[in-house]
Structures are given as C-alpha cells and as structure tokens.
C-alpha cells in the first residue's frame, strides 16, 4: 500500500536532516547568550521604538519595557535593546523549557512543515489526536479523567469546563470558588476571578460563591473553611453546580495549602454531587508531578481538569461521567499545528527524563531557589526577603512590608538589573517566578545577585 504523502514528509531522512541542520544552526548563533548583559548602546533606541510602536497599536504601553529580539538561550532571552534578561516568569508560565530548546525547536519547525497552520475540532489533522490521547492517558494514570478537549488557550478550557459541569448538573448554576482565585478574562471567567480591577465596568451575574483559601498563619483556617462551604451549601442546596479550584493559588498569591486542607472539602462535594474542576492552567506541570492533583494525591476526587501554558494550547480533561453531549463545545481552533507538535514534545520530555517526583529536577530546582531565598532572608536581606515558599517552579516572596508601591518599584529594579520576574498576591502583593525546568545551578546564583542587589537598592 503506498504511504501517505503526509507520512511520507514525517519519514524522510532529508526533511528530519534539514530540521536538524536548521536547530544546530540557530542553536550556534544562539550560543552566543552566556548571561546576563545590559542594553547596548547601538540598540537602546530600537528597543524603545518597538516597545513604543507596541503600545501604540494596543492603545496602551506594555506592562514591562520588554520586546523579544528572538534570540534566546535556556534561561535566558535576548530583548530588541540588546540587553539579556534571566527569564523567570517565562510569559507566565508558557515557556516550560526556556528560550529556544533545540527538541522544542525541532518539534515546532515540523509542525511548521504541516498542510495547515491551524487545526479545527472539525478538521483535524494527526497531531490532534496525538495530543489528547497522549494527555488522557498520562492524566488518567492516577485519576479518572478520560477524555480531553482543546482550545485556544486556558480561558476557553475553562469556559469548557464550566460548561460541562453545568450541562451535568442542570439547573444548578451556582458555583463555589476560593477567594482572590483568578479564572481567566473571558467575560464567565472574569466573573470567577476574584478581582474587581479585572472586571470594571462589567455586569455582576451573582452566581460565584467564596470561600478563603488556607491561611498557614490561621490555626482554625480549615476549619473556616469549611464551615463557608456547608453554609453555602446549606443555602443554595441543588443549586450549586462545580467548585472550581487553583491547587494553588496562582494570581493570588502563590498559596499552596496541605492535603488536608482539601480533602473534607472535596468530600463534601462528592457527598453533595458537586462537580470538582482542578484549574491547573497555571500549576500544570510545575508542581513536582504532572498534575497537581498528583503531587496533593487527590486525583480520585478530579471531576474535570483544565490546563494550558506549558502545553502551548488549553485543554479541558474530564471523566466518563461528564463526558458533554454533542454541541455542548467545540471551536473553530483547537490549536495551531507547531503548537501541538511542540506540546507533544515538552510532555514527552517532562514525564520521561527526570523532571518528576520527590527526587527530579523541578524539586531539586525548587528546594536550591527556596534555599537561595531563605539565605538572602536570614542574612544581608533580613526582614526584607520574607514567606518564600510555592510548589515546584512556581515560587514567591514577599518584599519589604508587601506592599504594592514596594513591589512595583522592586520589579522594575530587578528587570533593569537583569532578571524577568512579576508580582502576585494582595496584602501582601509578592514578588512571583515562573521557574524554568532547564535553569541550571550556576543560573540559581545569578538570581540571587540580582535579587539581592535590587532589594538593596530599595532601602
């Protein structure tokens, strides 16, 4: 039987070869970036002219002097002004393995080599059900999540996610939720972040339900807890359709909270068939296992689960049981081809070469940044580098009193002194890191100067 012509192009030694001379080729170029470098002088007025002509066509300047040159090397990324920041927010969390990865590279120029850029949930190309399947699979190794549908992004996975616990649950419509949670900015998922400068303007539909997240500093803060959720359930009974939680909170404040915080929380859902969505769009992939629900063991309980960033396209991952009945969802896009050959990859690499687990890289990472914070905490920054802490890659502290002047005025020190880092949290606002998986020790250090450098430069 003749081989497909699409096959026939994934097969041929001349392509693969050709791919491969492509990502030597820009990796040499690239190896030119060895840390980091101040702007230079023949580029600062490039720099501000993209920055501006940015601004300018969004009607608003960038939140950050920053526009990519392109150039980048692991950890750190090379800007338009030709200064080499050391990346540690990577586009909050899409860029898992740092700037210009040669697999990533060489799964994205294939995908590039596609029929079409973009897949639909209509049309479909191999790529598409390589993907789900592949997700499905590892997401149902210690859960009961069957199925996956993508989208776009995190906003319309979650959007999906409401909408199948809704269909399964009709009427009700109420939904339970964790105070200062952050959701999306769809006008649903606007409504469920919890944050009024996210939503000025728009209508409130009284349909989210809050609770406190866990508070370490609050000795009775489960037990406040949960006693929220059973008068909202006392209240509204039947008329509440999902808890929809953060493992940790993301824009919140990088929170993470117990085991056994959650588990008489999801109890009470099971026992009053509440559906349970993790919205792990932010913590996938970062928090020492694949899933947080993982590394908090509570994959039994997982309804549906959300997720984008690290996989460069949203998805919605769900049990038989919530399987949507057709119409429900679907979408024009489901993902752009390189998108999902790159995604294919980065889940291939992190679930198979020693990124997981008590003993893999992301903790090791994890426990040398907390380290390095802690240090600079007990020693020439006392009383200013305080609550480090997160789960994996996802890292904070907060600066000075945390508050958000402090803050601002810290992050801008810190990127002009070399490092890409953003804010979180309120009451505390904290300082946030998005760490990569690829950073490297030495790299470790290099923060640690910045960071000390900038909060010095503060007092």
Request: charged letters at 20%; glycine letters at 10%; hydrophobic letters at 40%.
């Amino acid at each position: 039987m003749a081989q497909l012509i699409g096959h026939q192009i994934d097969d041929s030694k001349n392509v693969q070869s050709l791919i491969q001379s492509l990502v030597q080729e820009v990796a040499q170029i690239n190896s030119q970036i060895v840390g980091v470098q101040p702007a230079h002088p023949e580029h600062i007025d490039l720099g501000k002219s993209e920055i501006d002509r940015a601004g300018k066509a969004r009607g608003r300047p960038l939140a950050y002097p920053y526009v990519g040159s392109g150039g980048g090397r692991g950890a750190y990324v090379e800007l338009e002004d030709g200064s080499i920041k050391l990346d540690l927010i990577n586009g909050i969390g899409i860029h898992l393995m740092g700037h210009s990865h040669p697999r990533v590279m060489a799964a994205t120029v294939k995908g590039a080599l596609s029929d079409i850029v973009n897949q639909g949930n209509l049309q479909p190309n191999r790529e598409y059900s390589r993907f789900i399947e592949t997700l499905s699979q590892l997401a149902g190794k210690r859960s009961r999540l069957k199925y996956a549908w993508l989208a776009t992004c995190g906003t319309m996975a979650n959007e999906n996610a409401l909408k199948l616990s809704r269909q399964k649950h009709s009427p009700a419509r109420m939904v339970l939720s964790f105070k200062n949670a952050f959701a999306g900015r769809s006008t649903m998922m606007a409504e469920l972040t919890d944050n009024p400068a996210y939503k000025v303007g728009l209508p409130e539909y009284h349909e989210m339900l809050r609770i406190p997240f866990y508070d370490k500093r609050d000795p009775q803060s489960s037990e406040k807890t949960l006693r929220g959720m059973k008068e909202h359930v006392a209240k509204h009974e039947g008329n509440i359709s999902v808890f929809s939680f953060e493992p940790m909170l993301g824009e919140g404040g990088y929170q993470a909270a117990p085991r056994e915080f959650f588990l008489p929380l999801l109890d009470l859902c099971k026992e009053k068939k509440i559906a349970i969505w993790a919205d792990e769009v932010q913590t996938f992939a970062r928090t020492g296992e694949l899933f947080a629900f993982e590394t908090l063991d509570i994959g039994n309980y997982i309804d549906i689960c959300t997720i984008a960033k690290t996989a460069q396209v949203g998805a919605t991952i769900y049990t038989e049981e919530y399987n949507p009945q057709p119409g429900l969802i679907a979408g024009t896009f489901s993902g752009a081809t390189p998108a999902l050959t790159a995604g294919l990859e980065i889940l291939k690499m992190i679930s198979e070469d020693g990124y997981l687990g008590p003993q893999g890289r992301v903790m090791q990472i994890h426990r040398q940044f907390i380290g390095m914070l802690n240090e600079l905490g007990s020693t020439t920054c006392k009383g200013k580098v305080t609550d480090p802490g997160g789960m994996g890659l996802m890292i904070a502290f907060t600066p000075y009193e945390g508050k958000k002047e402090q803050v601002d005025a810290l992050l801008k020190r810190m990127f002009q002194n070399g490092i890409v880092a953003f804010s979180c949290g309120k009451d505390p606002v904290r300082v946030r890191f998005l760490v990569p998986a690829v950073i490297e020790d030495k790299d470790i250090q290099v923060a640690r100067t910045i960071i000390e450098k900038s909060i010095l430069e503060g007092t």
